[in-house]
């Protein structure tokens, strides 16, 4: 039973180019989570979302980021025009339907911007 | 908004000796969780906790959640080279979001 998969798990762009990380959720997990982690800190929620609808994004930047969960295929976190200040590890989560507190992380995406 | 206030920040130890940490919170929680983190992973769950007054085992590993309920402590017991990592605590309040500590990085000199 695989976890939680992210790709590509390391990731380099230039200032002004766009980066596209993907999750794909546990099976049979429907609701995912998507986290920052900058160096020395813990994580930071930035939204959550079930198959088609974002439920809550509370924590995405107002600007560049944007995230869907389709209907096929895993989630995508999507930042546009990358800053160096977006540098960061991000990680997904996924859960269960009914046992939404029990979150299980993926390896992340070690995002760069040059 | 929440936060998570996580104590020691790291700690050095001697293999077979125990180790303590806890978390506080401005804000109450309904859910208690502590993660382990390696280098270059994700992190992994070691134990949750649902309601208050819990004490919860895993093998080495007891956590409880405070009566309080913004509060928590994880024990290690005879720690052990692989124990080494960085373990956050994590609360989950009125939405499904975690809310993390800053984490605690725990090195155990053989």
């Known amino acids: 039973n695989a976890g939680v998969m992210q790709n590509p798990r390391h990731l380099v762009r230039r200032r002004g180019q766009e980066a596209r990380l993907r999750c794909s959720p546990m099976?049979?997990?429907?609701?995912v989570y998507w986290y920052r982690q900058l160096p020395e800190e813990g994580l930071k929620f930035m939204v959550y979302?079930?198959?088609?609808?974002?439920?809550?994004e509370s924590g995405m930047p107002k600007e560049r980021f944007s995230a869907e969960f389709p209907k096929e295929g895993p989630s995508i976190l999507r930042i546009q025009q990358v800053v160096r200040g977006d540098s960061a590890a991000y990680f997904c989560?996924?859960?269960?339907?009914?046992?939404?507190?029990?979150?299980?992380f993926g390896a992340g995406t070690r995002l760069s911007v040059l | 908004g929440q936060q998570l206030n996580q104590s020691p920040q790291s700690m050095f130890i001697q293999e077979g000796e125990d180790v303590s940490m806890n978390c506080t919170s401005s804000s109450i929680f309904n859910t208690w969780l502590w993660y382990k983190q390696e280098p270059g992973e994700g992190p992994v769950l070691l134990i949750a906790?649902?309601?208050?007054?819990e004490l919860t085992s895993n093998g080495r590993l007891t956590a409880q959640f405070g009566i309080t309920r913004k509060d928590s402590f994880l024990n290690i017991s005879a720690s052990i080279p692989s124990d080494v990592g960085i373990y956050f605590c994590a609360g989950q309040g009125g939405s499904e979001k975690l809310v993390f500590g800053k984490g605690m990085k725990l090195t155990v000199n053989p």
């Open positions: 099976k049979g997990h429907s609701h």
């Open positions: 989560a996924s859960s269960q339907i009914g046992t939404l507190d029990i979150q299980y």
């Open positions: 906790l649902y309601k208050a007054g």
């Open positions: 979302l079930q198959k088609e609808n974002i439920i809550d």
